[in-house]
């Protein structure tokens, strides 16, 4: 069992900058693929970004890909979100997932057992 606390979400002009973070408490959280997905009002939620465990692998979304960057540091628990020239088409309930499996990389809901509760970011045009 892994618990996720996202945090840093806010308002934010087109062209800025956020960093979210995602806290973890419970079992080891080295064991677990992270991943950042969203939701945007009226649409489904959809893939953002992955890491691998160690931290040396990230896969991106073509939406967000040159723009965003996923890291991690296991020593604090922490999985972050960097977020930059940011549009408002970015507008969405941002939500960290953690995944058990080895399968790389995992994009879909399915693939994750953990989630967070989400956090807001909104980007004003």
């Not at 806290?23 to 890491?51: D, N």
């Not at 040159?66 to 930059?84: C, E, P």
Request: net charge neutral.
């Amino acid at each position: 069992q892994v618990q996720l606390v996202e945090s840093g979400g806010g308002l934010v002009q087109a062209g800025g900058s956020l960093r979210l973070s995602c806290a973890a408490s419970g079992r080891t959280f080295s064991s677990y693929l992270m991943g950042w997905f969203r939701q945007a009002p009226g649409k489904e939620r959809e893939f953002a970004a992955v890491i691998n465990r160690s931290g040396s692998s990230t896969y991106y979304s073509d939406s967000v890909k040159g723009r965003f960057t996923i890291s991690r540091d296991n020593a604090k628990n922490t999985m972050y979100l960097q977020m930059n020239s940011l549009k408002p088409e970015d507008t969405a309930v941002y939500y960290c997932a953690a995944d058990i499996s080895s399968r790389w990389p995992p994009l879909v809901e399915h693939e994750y057992d953990y989630w967070g509760q989400g956090t807001q970011v909104t980007v004003s045009s």
